[in-house]
């Protein structure tokens, strides 16, 4: 059983605010990643990180910016929250040591809501 | 071309009917290949990996991979209502680096 964390599991926020999105993992995974997802819509990859102090971006351009300093955790900041942010934020971890095997194993998300 | 390609559909299946899933991909060298289910606002949760070439069972779920014809496929047996929901296909690919997922099927399972 995966277990990865996120909080806030949602969040309601102003304009201009700066938010930062938790993820922890206890599984000791090097892999995580950062997800954004709209309703009925598909997975868009915006940060992924192989290990600490290691973080890529990801395919979907993304105004937000993440660091790795603990094995643990990947946190994700926006640094002025804006309506166009609004959306599900879904953080992952996977298993390198699967020689190419692992799957994704997914938090239950944050909802964020920009007003 | 979309690296892994789903329809999106929705699937609409009558209860107790088989219901058929389809994806492809292409990497010819992808290596791993899952199926994930998300319920409208959760998260994705795997249902079912497979590695070789045919079939792989699991209760209800039968994942069947083509490695030539570049395609993977899900079955769901006695579909019930509970399994309305939107199936997601991932692939890794032939460097093993990369998971990219389908921008998912959705099925309905109609009582």
Known sequence: EADIYQTPRYLVIGTGKKITLECSQTMGHDKMYWYQQDPGMELHLIHYSYGVNSTEKGDLSSESTVSRIRTEHFPLTLESARPSHTSQYLCASSDPSGTGRSPLHFGNGTRLTVT | ?111
């Open chain 2, 1 to 111: 071309q979309k690296e892994v390609e789903q329809n999106s559909g929705p699937l609409s299946v009558p209860e107790g009917a088989i219901a058929s899933l389809n994806c492809t991909y292409s990497d010819r060298g992808s290596q791993s290949f899952f199926w994930y289910r998300q319920y409208s606002g959760k998260s994705p949760e795997l249902i079912m990996f497979i590695y070789s070439n045919g079939d792989k069972e699991d209760g209800r779920f039968t994942a069947q991979l083509n490695k030539a014809s570049q395609y993977v496929s899900l079955l769901i047996r006695d579909s019930q209502p509970s399994d309305s929901a939107t199936y997601l296909c991932a692939v890794i690919d032939s460097s093993a680096s990369k998971i990219i997922f389908g921008s998912g099927t959705r099925l309905s399972i109609r009582p």
